[in-house]
C-alpha cells in the first residue's frame, strides 16, 4: 500500500529485536520499536525514549517527586486494579476507564516510568488494595483457595501489568488521522488513546480473536498462577471492551465465525443489545488474501504413499495432539499402515508442548508415521502430500489452508475461525476436502480417509455424473485391505488432485493479495476521509 504514509509505533518481544536490520518500506515515514522485555530495568528510556535528549529525561526525572505518585498516580493504580476485577462493564463506567488510560499517557510524558513504577509507595499500594479486594471477595465465599495470591502472585502480576502497559509511554503523533492496530489487545490502548486526544479514526483489524485465543492459551498453562491468570484476564477484558467500545471499524480477516464473536465482545457478553448492534455496524470484513503466484501443483513430487501434510507450529492452540489421536486411529486401531503425517513448523514456540507431543508420539508408537519436520518453506513441502490437515482450535482466516489449496491439495480442516470459509463455497454449499469439529480426533480421522477415499459425494464434485456412492462405513466394513486399495487406485489418486485443483480455482478468484491490499486502502481512505470532514464540519460550525 504505497499510497499511505505510515507511522509505525511497533511491540516486539525484547530488545534483542530492534538490533537485527528489517528493510522499510519508502513510505514509511518513521518506526519506533517498543520492546516489552528488555534489559533496561523496564524502563522505556533506552528503546522507547531513544530519540529523546538527556535534558527531557532528566525532567521527568525531576518532576517525578512523592507527592506527584501519592495525590495522581496512586488513584490510577487503584482505579486499573478495580477495572481489572471488573466484570460487568457499563456505559457509565465506559468513560471513567478511558480517561484512566489517558490520564495515565499524559502522566508518563511529564513524568518518569521507572520511578513511578519501582516506587515504595507503588509497591504497597499495589499489594495492599490486592489483598483487600481479596479478603472481601474471601468474606463473600467468591474466591477459591487456589487463586487466593501470595505476596510474590501479587509482585509478579504487577510486573506482568507493567510490561503489557509499556506502549503507554510512547509518544503518539499528534497529527494522525488514522490509528491502525494490529488487534483488540492490551497494546491497542495507545489506539483509545489517540483517538480521544488528536480525534483520530480507530481500526481495529483482527487477524483472529485474541480475547479467544489468550483465554485458550492461559487453559493449557501449568507454570502461571490462577491469581495472575485472572489478572492477566482481566487486564485483557478492560481494555478490548474499551476498544471494541471506542473503535470506529473493525474489520475481521473472516466474514465467518470470528465476526460473532466481536459481536459478543462489543456488547453481548455485558447484556448491552445497543452496544452489540453498535459494534455490528462498525464491522468490515476484508478476507485474507495471499501471494497466489508463489505456489503452484507439482504432483510428480507427491509421496508414493498416503501423506497428510501440516503447517503448524507445535503449540496448544493448533492442537497438534488431536492430529496425532487421529493418526493412532487409522494407524493402530484401522490397521492403516501406509499413512503418515508430516507436521512442518517451529519446535521452539512452545517448548513443554513439543516435549509433551514427542512423548505422546512416541507412547502410541508412531515414530514411523507421525514426523515433526520442523521449519519448512511452505512451496516445498505442500507438493508431497495427498491431503492437507489443519486440527486448530481456534484461527483467523488460516492462510495455510489456501496455500495448501494453491498446491493443489483437499483440506480436512476443524470448523475454527474462517477456516469453512477458505475450503468452502458457501453459496452452493461445496466443501473441497472435508470440515469436522475441534478436538474430535475419530471424525478428523475418518474425514482424512474419505478424501484419500474419495468418498462419501466427493466424487461427484469433481465429476457431476459420476454413479459411484461408497461410503468410508463401507470400506471400513471390508476392512484395511480395502481402504487401502481404494486409496492407491490410480482413478482415486487423479480425482483427488482434482478435487485440489478446484479448491486451488477457488482460492485464486477469491483470496488474491492484490483484492486485499485493495480494500484495506480503501478502508484507510474512508477514516482519513472521514477525520477530514469530521474537522471541516467542526471549524465551519464553529
Request: contains cysteine; aromatic residues 10%; positive net charge.
Given at each position: ?271 448491552n443489545q445497543r452496544k452489540m448492534i453498535e459494534t455490528r455496524e462498525k464491522i468490515y470484513p476484508i478476507v485474507n488474501g495471499m501471494n497466489v503466484a508463489k505456489f503452484n501443483p507439482q504432483p510428480e513430487r507427491e509421496n508414493p504413499n498416503p501423506m497428510a501434510i501440516m503447517l503448524s507450529h507445535i503449540s496448544s492452540v493448533k ?149 459411484d456412492t461408497t461410503t468410508l462405513e463401507e470400506l471400513i466394513k471390508k476392512g484395511p485391505e480395502a481402504i487401502e486399495a481404494r486409496m492407491m487406485n490410480e482413478e482415486t489418486k487423479e480425482q483427488r488432485r482434482e478435487l485440489g485443483l478446484l479448491l486451488r480455482k477457488r482460492t485464486i478468484e477469491k483470496f488474491s493479495i492484490t ?28
Amino acid at each position: 500500500m504505497d499510497r499511505i504514509r505510515w507511522t509505525a509505533i511497533v511491540e516486539v518481544g525484547g530488545a534483542e529485536l530492534i538490533q537485527r536490520d528489517y528493510q522499510i518500506e519508502r513510505n514509511i515515514t518513521s518506526i519506533r520499536y517498543l520492546p516489552l522485555w528488555d534489559n533496561d530495568f523496564s524502563s522505556p528510556n533506552e528503546n522507547v525514549y531513544r530519540d529523546h535528549d538527556y535534558l527531557s529525561l532528566r525532567r521527568k526525572t525531576q518532576a517525578t517527586r512523592d507527592n506527584v505518585i501519592q495525590s495522581i498516580f496512586l488513584p490510577m493504580v487503584k482505579l486499573l486494579i478495580q477495572g481489572m476485577v471488573e466484570t460487568k462493564f457499563t456505559e457509565d463506567n465506559l468513560d471513567r476507564y478511558e480517561k484512566l488510560f489517558i490520564d495515565f499517557y499524559l502522566y508518563f510524558q511529564k513524568c518518569d516510568w521507572s520511578i513511578s513504577c519501582n516506587h515504595k509507595k507503588t509497591q504497597n499500594c499495589w499489594l495492599k488494595t490486592w489483598l483487600e479486594y481479596c479478603e472481601k471477595e474471601l468474606g463473600k465465599g467468591n474466591a477459591l483457595s487456589v487463586e487466593m495470591p501470595t505476596v510474590s502472585d501479587i509482585d509478579m502480576l504487577f510486573s506482568l501489568t507493567t510490561r503489557l502497559l509499556l506502549p503507554i509511554t510512547a509518544e503518539i503523533p499528534k497529527k494522525i488521522s488514522v490509528f491502525h492496530a494490529s488487534h483488540h489487545g492490551v497494546q491497542a490502548i495507545i489506539g483509545v488513546v489517540a483517538k480521544a486526544l488528536y480525534k483520530s479514526r480507530l481500526i481495529i483489524w483482527d487477524h483472529g480473536i485474541l480475547w479467544r485465543e489468550r483465554l485458550f492459551g492461559l487453559c493449557y498453562s501449568d507454570t502461571m498462577p490462577r491469581f495472575i491468570q485472572n489478572g492477566f484476564v482481566g487486564l485483557t477484558r478492560l481494555i478490548t471492551w474499551l476498544v471494541f467500545s471506542k473503535a470506529d471499524y473493525v474489520t475481521p480477516c473472516t466474514s465467518i465465525q470470528n465476526v460473532t464473536w466481536e459481536e459478543w465482545l462489543g456488547g453481548k457478553k455485558y447484556h448491552n443489545q445497543r452496544k452489540m448492534i453498535e459494534t455490528r455496524e462498525k464491522i468490515y470484513p476484508i478476507v485474507n488474501g495471499m501471494n497466489v503466484a508463489k505456489f503452484n501443483p507439482q504432483p510428480e513430487r507427491e509421496n508414493p504413499n498416503p501423506m497428510a501434510i501440516m503447517l503448524s507450529h507445535i503449540s496448544s492452540v493448533k492442537d497438534i495432539h488431536n492430529a496425532i489421536y487421529a493418526a493412532n486411529i487409522i494407524v493402530n486401531k484401522m490397521n492403516i499402515r501406509s499413512y503418515t503425517l508430516h507436521i512442518y513448523g517451529s519446535l521452539q514456540k512452545d517448548p513443554n508442548y513439543t516435549t509433551e507431543t514427542l512423548n505422546l508420539i512416541s507412547s502410541l508408537n508412531l515414530t514411523e508415521h507421525v514426523i515433526l519436520k520442523g521449519l519448512g518453506n511452505p512451496s516445498n513441502v505442500l507438493p508431497t502430500g495427498w491431503v492437507f490437515v489443519n486440527s486448530s482450535i481456534t484461527e483467523g482466516l488460516p492462510l495455510a489452508i489456501g496455500e495448501a489449496g494453491l498446491c493443489g491439495l483437499p483440506v480436512v480442516c476443524t470448523d475454527v475461525g474462517g477456516s469453512r470459509e477458505v475450503v468452502s463455497d458457501l453459496k452452493n454449499n461445496i466443501v473441497y476436502g472435508n470440515i469436522v469439529p475441534p478436538q474430535k480426533p475419530n471424525q478428523l480421522a475418518q474425514a482424512q480417509l474419505r478424501v484419500l477415499c474419495m468418498t462419501d459425494g466427493l466424487k461427484q464434485i469433481v465429476n457431476k455424473k459420476s454413479k459411484d456412492t461408497t461410503t468410508l462405513e463401507e470400506l471400513i466394513k471390508k476392512g484395511p485391505e480395502a481402504i487401502e486399495a481404494r486409496m492407491m487406485n490410480e482413478e482415486t489418486k487423479e480425482q483427488r488432485r482434482e478435487l485440489g485443483l478446484l479448491l486451488r480455482k477457488r482460492t485464486i478468484e477469491k483470496f488474491s493479495i492484490t483484492r486485499y491490499w485493495r480494500q484495506h486502502e480503501q478502508l484507510l481512505w474512508l477514516g482519513h476521509l472521514s477525520n477530514k470532514r469530521e474537522k471541516y464540519m467542526n471549524n465551519f460550525s464553529s
